[in-house]
């Protein structure tokens, strides 16, 4: 859940970050989660090169809203910890 306060559907961010990276950015409706969790589904699709900057852009602007984006960096990149 908690991955998903610095994104919008419909809103600004994503469709910055969609003209900014070239790819295409969707995220799952609001009462919508991945299985057995309370996560919002993220699906970015395009080049290699447009998906990588789509979420080079989005896990900076959640890590620069910390401790919000914190929580989902510290799932993927335990190292981090």
Partial sequence: MCMTRGMKQGGVTITEFQAQSGARIQLSRSREFFPGTGDRILLLTGTVNAILT???????????????G???LHQLLPSLR
């Fill in 54 to 68: 789509a979420l080079h852009l989005i896990l900076s602007k959640l890590l620069a809203e910390e401790p919000a």
């Fill in 70 to 72: 914190a929580c989902v």
